[in-house]
């Protein structure tokens, strides 16, 4: 299920302010499908106003946000969202949320749409799972149920938001796994905002420093360490290696570069 | 939840402690009852109450038995629930969703909260006359701002990310309503409808002051008017079960309706 084209989507001198105070400043960023792009910046640094932003849920005061060379007017079902807490529907089952996109789009039957859900659902390990009740999940399996509403309706791009941010270390190694994996199968651009600089320098193909206040884009890196979790390296042996503690190191000072001493 | 729920030995102390309790002020009535210059007129045993009660059951009080009489009150209540729910949830919705909405509605609703039945009971009948219409009416204008300011309440609070999330799976306007705001406000809608069934069951005297024939509120008038008090207190002590009842039902309904109140 490769992406037919090449997409695209740019953020280009963007600049936004909320209640009178700017918070990015002249932000450029290009995404492109099988790209697995990740921001790091501290809390508060405006890395969700930028995902927002992508996301169409709001809008920037200047520079363009476009898809394809199109601006972004609003919220889009070819950019799914997953979002830190769940944002599930806990009336509904795993299987309901999962099919929920695909009954808003209409025109797909109730059976085609029980048999999508449950296949997205095995695709991120729920197999099985489709008639649970969120309750009756763990923390890290309602993620994975997230990550499948967001999945089935085949987007071109996945925004998220500090997804695994909530979850017990196990868990959240396990679910960086999971998401490589499944990045690795259907090769969507991927956003990735966290403010953990190891989750962001293990999963990206490309990382993007945000720094200061209005905060803007104190350095690109390309990197390769989700490949080599793919190809079999443990997340543990990673960590070890001295080359992933440096440039940790030199992330940090990036991130702390105009941060008045305390 | 709080420790007195969570721990099921501390919850069982606390039914105990509720069962002494019951115990204690029925054997101070009949204590009480039981000595010498206290007039049945005034207080009654709870023996003759209790006799009362077996005798409405089997013959009835003023025309009806207590099952009729039961029937009959229960009927106008349920009738002005399905009204205040039928208004009262759009209304709220509204209010929730709309500043014109709010504009709108919400001046009328905090108008009518506060003003007693007995108050507003005249001018319905004025309008409506004295027949069922005017006693479902009374019971459902005390039912109709719980039911409104809750659902408000409800889908004022809905978590912005969920709203978020439907909308990028390109969700809009009715779409948003019913498949997230309504059913994420459904917890406090419940909570209203329990609100609102206290509130009318506890008009229902009221209701049925002008021209009933049948009635657990107008049972208990007629027995007063001819001061038969065990009537009386019979009719009070059916009124507060029938309540509790009532409120252990729409409890079920809770647990059925929104099981994952309180777990997530």
Do not use: C
């Not at chain 2, 069922?132 to 990310?161: C, D, H, L, Q, Y």
């Amino acid at each position: 299920m490769m992406p037919d084209t090449m997409q695209q989507l740019t953020l280009s001198n963007v600049s936004l302010s909320f209640a009178g105070s700017p918070i990015l400043e002249g932000i450029d960023l290009q995404l492109a499908s099988d790209e697995l792009v990740v921001v790091v910046g501290a809390s508060g640094s405006g890395k969700t106003s930028m995902l927002r932003l992508a996301a169409g849920f709001q809008s920037a005061d200047s520079g363009t946000v476009q898809m394809n060379g199109h601006d972004i007017a609003g919220p889009g079902a070819e950019r799914a969202v997953v979002f830190q807490d769940d944002a599930l529907f806990p009336w509904l089952n795993a299987r309901d949320n999962v099919a929920f996109p695909l009954r808003l789009q209409g025109g797909i039957d109730r059976a085609e749409r029980i048999r999508r859900a449950d296949a997205q659902l095995a695709a991120v390990g729920l197999e099985g799972y489709g008639t649970r009740r969120l309750w009756q999940l763990s923390g890290g399996q309602r993620q994975r149920v997230g990550l499948a509403r967001a999945l089935v309706v085949q987007p071109a791009f996945l925004l998220m938001d500090e997804p695994f941010a909530a979850l017990d270390a196990l868990t959240r190694a396990q679910m960086q796994v999971a998401l490589l994996e499944v990045w690795s199968r259907y090769r969507q651009g991927v956003l990735f905002i966290t403010h953990d600089i190891d989750e962001a320098l293990l999963l990206a193909t490309k990382l993007v420093v945000l720094s200061g206040r209005p905060a803007r884009v104190a350095e690109t890196l390309t990197l390769d360490y989700g490949r080599r979790v793919l190809a079999g390296a443990t997340t543990r042996e990673i960590r070890a290696d001295p080359q992933f503690q440096n440039l940790r190191e030199q992330v940090l000072d990036r991130l702390f570069l105009s941060e008045p001493a305390a | 939840m709080s420790a007195l729920q969570k721990n099921p030995l501390r919850r069982k102390s606390a039914a105990l402690v509720s069962a002494i309790t019951i115990t204690a002020v029925l054997i101070i009535w009949w204590a009480v009852t039981g000595m010498h210059g206290i007039d049945p007129l005034f207080l009654p045993s709870p023996g003759a109450v209790l006799a009362k009660f077996a005798e409405v059951w089997r013959e009835g009080y003023v025309d009806a038995t207590l099952l009729q009489h039961l029937a009959a009150s229960l009927l106008r209540v349920f009738a002005a629930l399905a009204a205040a729910i039928i208004l009262g949830v759009p209304v709220g919705l509204a209010i929730g969703t709309s500043t014109i909405g709010r504009g709108i509605f919400d001046p009328l609703v905090e108008f009518l909260r506060p003003i007693p039945p007995l108050a507003y009971l005249p001018l319905i009948v004025i309008w409506l006359g004295i027949g069922e219409t005017s006693k479902i009416v009374v019971i459902g204008i005390a039912m109709f701002s719980p039911i409104a300011i809750s659902t408000a309440a409800g889908v004022r609070s809905v978590a912005p990310n969920r709203i978020d999330a439907a909308r990028a799976f390109g969700a809009r306007g009715w779409q948003l309503l019913l498949h997230v705001r309504l059913p994420s406000a459904l917890p406090e809608i419940l909570t209203g409808v329990r609100i609102a069934l206290g509130a009318g069951w506890s008009t229902l005297v009221a209701a049925e002051l002008v021209a009933a024939t049948r009635g657990l509120g107008f049972m208990i008038q007629s027995a007063a008017q001819f001061l038969v008090t065990d009537v009386v207190i019979m009719g009070i002590l059916v009124i507060a079960g029938v309540a509790f009842l009532l409120e252990a039902g729409v409890r079920l309904l809770e647990r059925w309706l929104v099981p994952w109140r309180g777990k997530l």
